[in-house]
């Protein structure tokens, strides 16, 4: 059988690699989306728990203070059951109105609570709210109430009532109630105050949620029993329960249990105020309905793409292979001394007879030496003319003298025009340009270059005014210490190009020197800006463990883009070299901006490397 050729190989190869590559990447896509999009399912539920656990929380909170402030209102707890005596006189009535206006001061303009009632298990009873329509036998009424007698047993603590018809009023609305039994109650007739609201405030709590995802919602109190909804059949819990562990409250949980055959994915929260649990429960494949959309897209996609490479490699083999394939007919009929080069260009004739693209192939790479060989002489040419004009544009530059005296000039006469700031700013130009033109690259010391970065934060302060301040602080023994040339200023620059680009003012910088133990000192550098991203200060922090561990790497780049351009990376190299490695760097994000510390190992100066 005949072997395959160079084209069946290299279609197959090519092939199967882009087939793996595109299967594996699809792989990879589809995981990572499915994960994607369950992750943010999950947080859909999570966030929507939270919106109803805290106006939940609100609206209970709201009515559990009223209960606390009737319960230990002194005319309430003295002065309540004097007020109903067996023949009601003017004091009475007044003393009753008094109460009403009480619980409309405690209840306020906005009506928080539907309904405020205060009772005895005699029958007093005062109310206030938007109902006026009381049974005449509230007496036997009261007794009938079924949580009285967990009220009791809370011994003033409240207790929340899930929702009921209302048996005091014969509105008979549907409500939920949280109830206080008055402290001291006589043990013959005790004392409560019951503070209701509408069942619609939690169907307006629920619906709020429930527009912006395809959860079904669900609210049980701390014993399991139904708090919402108790009127539709339609929405019965398809879980028990016990179907949902006891975790700890304030914390989003899930599970995935099996329903009737069913899996469904349960998020819930329990309030750690009210003791109330909000649960979420959808069907795990409606929940990953997007996940199987996303699954037969990327099927599609990946089919299409197999298609097309298959296309692609068979056209790329075939355009590869078929000057090889007609190279080697050539070769089959030459001798091995007629392959040379110079052979070929000897025997025109034979290489005449060769096919056209043998002979454009030739003749290109023949006129690609000649012209490769020209541009290089040109390239070489023009070079040299490019650095002697580079040169005398060098020559013919303004001297730094002038460029002093000219903002000298501009600073006295914006002195004379009373413009103090633009003067300020040009006097402080002038030092900064003093700084960095001086041809040598000696190293400084520790306060001429903090002189300098304060002179740079100066004019930054001249220009933002009171949307910036600084700090500078050296420890007196440091300030002589031995530190190489234009390395703060640039870290400190780094600031305002991007800490505090996307951060309102007003901004802050800080810059300390001082002792560590151990014979080291430390420069701290502060700002209050937006920290880095993610994915820079992990590319800073790799860099900075290469040069704590002795790993720099590239040295030769430090001051390839000027004083004007150097970088944060290139500023901690220059110390990393400057101190021979007995320097260490740690750099991290705060809450409000970010925190770069610097470590030298020796006080002494150390020489120029």
Not at 530 to 543: T, Y
């Amino acid at each position: 059988m005949r072997k395959h050729g160079i084209r069946s190989k290299l279609f197959i190869s090519y092939t199967l690699i882009v087939s793996f590559v595109i299967a594996i990447l699809s792989l990879f896509f589809y995981i990572r989306m499915s994960s994607v999009v369950w992750e943010r399912s999950l947080e859909t539920s999570r966030q929507m728990l939270q919106r109803v656990d805290a106006s939940l929380s609100q609206a209970i909170k709201d009515i559990d203070r009223i209960s606390a402030q009737v319960i230990y209102n002194s005319d309430f707890q003295h002065k309540f059951e004097e007020s109903f005596s067996t023949v009601e006189t003017y004091e009475d009535f007044d003393q009753k109105n008094a109460f009403v206006k009480i619980l409309a001061t405690l209840n306020g303009p906005s009506f928080i609570a539907q309904q405020i009632n205060v009772f005895n298990l005699d029958g007093d009873f005062i109310s206030y709210g938007l109902k006026i329509d009381p049974y005449d036998n509230l007496k036997e009424r009261i007794s009938l109430l079924d949580w009285v007698t967990p009220t009791l047993k809370k011994d003033g603590d409240k207790q929340i009532n899930p929702p009921h018809r209302d048996e005091l009023f014969k509105s008979g609305e549907l409500v939920f109630s949280l109830s206080r039994l008055f402290p001291h109650s006589s043990a013959s007739s005790p004392k409560f105050v019951e503070v209701q609201q509408s069942y619609e405030k939690l169907k307006e709590i629920a619906g709020d949620a429930l527009l912006q995802t395809n959860n079904q919602l669900y609210i049980f109190d701390d014993e399991g029993h139904l708090f919402y909804p108790i009127e539709d059949d339609k929405l019965i819990p398809p879980f028990e329960w016990s179907d949902i562990p006891h975790l700890p409250s304030g914390v989003f949980h899930n599970v995935t249990e099996k329903v009737n055959g069913e899996s469904m994915v349960i998020g819930w929260l329990r309030s750690s105020f009210s003791g109330l649990t909000v649960v979420a429960a959808q069907p795990k494949q409606q929940l990953l309905s997007p996940v199987n959309s996303l699954r037969s897209i990327v099927l599609t996609v990946m089919i299409a793409a197999e298609i097309f490479a298959l296309l692609i490699a068979y056209w790329i083999a075939s355009s590869i292979t078929r000057p090889i394939r007609l190279i080697l007919k050539d070769v089959k009929r030459l001798d091995l001394e007629q392959i040379n080069l110079n052979m070929m260009v000897q025997n025109q004739k034979t290489y005449r007879k060769a096919t056209y693209e043998i002979q454009e192939l030739y003749d290109g790479v023949v006129s690609m030496k000649t012209r490769l060989n020209n541009s290089v002489d040109q390239f070489i040419d023009s070079q040299k003319r490019e650095n002697l004009a580079h040169m005398r544009a060098l020559h013919n530059q303004l001297q730094p003298h002038f460029v002093f005296n000219t903002l000298s000039s501009i600073g006295a006469l914006a002195e004379n025009s009373g413009a103090d700031q633009a003067a300020a700013m040009s006097y402080k130009m002038m030092h900064l340009m003093e700084y960095i033109s001086q041809p040598n690259t000696d190293p400084v010391q520790m306060q001429e270059e903090l002189n300098f970065t304060e002179s740079y934060l100066q004019l930054m302060k001249l220009r933002y005014q009171d949307n910036f301040s600084y700090e500078v602080e050296v420890t007196e023994t440091l300030s002589g210490i031995i530190f190489p040339k234009v390395v703060l200023q640039p870290i400190v620059e780094n600031s305002f190009t991007h800490g505090f680009r996307s951060v309102n003012p007003p901004w802050h910088i800080g810059i300390k020197v001082t002792e560590s133990n151990n014979e080291q000192w430390a420069i701290r550098i502060t700002d209050n800006g937006s920290g880095f991203q993610i994915e820079a200060l992990q590319r800073i922090k790799r860099f900075i463990e290469n040069l704590n561990d002795g790993l720099s790497s590239q040295p030769d780049l430090i001051g390839s883009k000027g004083i004007g351009g150097i970088g944060l990376e290139n500023a901690l190299m220059r110390l990393y070299l400057f101190y021979q490695g007995k320097v260490s760097f740690d750099i991290h994000n705060l809450e409000e901006g970010m925190e770069l510390t610097i470590k030298v190992g020796l006080k002494e100066g150390m020489p120029d490397v």
